[in-house]
């Protein structure tokens, strides 16, 4: 019976490829025309009608934004095919389209909720040093093993979950990352990476491998990114985005945002470079403060984090190119996405984490199968008090409501995975967060009421 399912998936798998093929081929003809079509057709495949509705916005500002609508010509057109057949359709298709519903499925079946992607540190070494790294205080000896991240990835398709985030230490230096992605060719998989080691070599086995988008971390300009990163970080890594964009990579970004970088990596000069550069996503978090050498000096204040409210969703909608916000997003994303709700992390030494800046555990992946660790004692204290507050604009349990965060260890008896974890439930840093919760609290309230005036005045 098992071999008639493998072979039934294999068929699938093959058959699913090639009219992959020929759809992407067909839309990177004429787009203008031909992904309208598309769109029409995944909102007939779409089980959910919520699933519908989120297709049909999307086919509603491909027809009146122009922004968007360049940026989606854009993907179609300079996309390299192996990329548009593999990245494209696994992310969009088995990792949306068909994954989502069968993660609900799942979820009910199971009893313990089934998120949507999981994040993963393949390794904790890394080649730089990064002031204020948000892993930098974990052991840099820890890999995974490839038969633990085989067994895994093989685990989550059987959940319906098909997108893998990788970070670290510095996951380009895993030596099985590309054998396990080709491996399991279905899947779509993201690496949070400093770029450096993206070589011409790298470059092609990325395009190669098909189904992985590289976002790479930059602070600002030159001087603000080797300030942190090292002297001719900058560089190495605009080396690397010529060599990504001239084979038709699909790559990103990932950018911290501190009280000092705010305006220069979110001003027109610098997101114009971004896409000139062939950058199509950005990933933004506001700095927080964990890792190496924690300072909540460099948190962004409550007036520039409003800024940011009104700032990134502008580059949104009338720049090409894509840009999340955390922890603004909240609202599009019902609040906090951790804990396993949306997500959870995985870091080197094998720890179940509800999220990357979030360093504490109750159990381990090497010890646990991936059902097991869903349900686990804290992802349930997360999820029964998910969203943390009614107000989407504080989804965060380590900034925005910091005492969520002590309930939750406490309740669960997690512990720790590193060193100097525990100092954002108490101490200095932890009552700096609590001062910094109340004055965006007032903040956020204020904004929230400007964009919800009738939900504000019943009380809801």
């Known amino acids: 019976m098992r071999i008639g399912t493998n072979n039934l998936i294999r068929a699938k798998n093959f058959l699913a490829l090639h009219l992959s093929q020929n759809l992407m081929s067909y839309v990177s003809k004429n787009p203008e025309t031909n992904l309208p079509r598309l769109l029409n057709l995944v909102k007939l495949l779409a089980v959910q009608e919520r699933h519908k509705r989120q297709v049909e916005t999307v086919a509603k500002a491909f027809r009146e934004n122009p922004a968007i609508r360049e940026y989606m010509i854009k993907l179609a057109r300079n996309l390299h095919p192996n990329v548009r057949n593999r990245l494209a359709y696994n992310w969009f298709m088995n990792a949306m389209v068909f994954g989502i519903p069968r993660q609900r499925m799942m979820s009910l079946e199971l009893g313990t909720n089934v998120p949507n992607f999981i994040l993963v540190d393949p390794t904790s070494a890394c080649n730089l040093a990064c002031e204020g790294c948000w892993a930098g205080r974990y052991s840099q000896k820890n890999s995974l093993s490839a038969e633990r991240l085989d067994r895994l990835f093989q685990e989550a398709k059987e959940l319906g979950i098909y997108w893998i985030v990788f970070s670290g230490g510095e996951p380009l230096l895993y030596p099985h990352l590309f054998d396990l992605m080709a491996k399991h ?87 114009d470079f971004l896409i000139d550069k062939g950058v199509i996503y950005g990933w933004t978090f506001h700095y927080i403060p964990i890792g190496r050498n924690p300072n909540v000096d460099l948190m962004i204040t409550p007036e520039q984090r409003a800024y940011l409210a009104e700032r990134i969703p502008y580059i949104r909608t009338h720049k090409p190119i894509q840009i999340a916000d955390f922890w603004n997003d909240g609202e599009l994303v019902e609040g906090c996405l951790a804990g396993g709700r949306r997500y959870f992390h995985i870091n080197a030494a094998g720890e179940v984490e509800p999220c990357a800046f979030v360093h504490f555990a109750v159990d381990n992946i090497n010890e646990k199968s991936l059902v097991e660790v869903l349900r686990s004692p804290l992802f349930a204290a997360y999820q029964k008090r998910q969203p943390f507050h009614d107000n989407l604009l504080r989804p965060c349990p380590v900034i925005d409501v910091p005492q969520a965060l002590r309930d939750i260890v406490k309740e669960s008896g997690a512990h720790p995975t590193h060193e100097g974890a525990e100092s954002v439930l108490e101490g200095t840093i932890a009552a700096w967060l609590d001062e910094r919760s109340r004055d965006w609290g007032r903040v956020a309230d204020r904004l929230w009421a400007e964009r919800h005036p009738l939900k504000e005045a019943q009380g809801l």
């Not at 990325?206 to 030159?222: H, K, T």
């Not at 990579?249 to 705010?262: K, M």
């Open 185 to 271: 060719n279905d899947m779509a998989f993201m690496a949070y990476t400093n770029g450096t080691l993206i070589n011409e070599k790298m470059a092609d086995k990325i395009i190669e491998v098909g189904n992985f988008s590289p976002a790479i971390s930059l602070e600002g300009w030159r001087e603000r990114t080797d300030a942190r990163r090292g002297p001719g970080t900058f560089d190495r890594v605009m080396r690397a985005m010529d060599l990504l964009r001239e084979r038709g990579a699909a790559f990103g970004v990932s950018i911290t945002i501190t009280r000092e970088n705010v305006m220069e990596v979110t001003s027109d000069e610098f997101i």
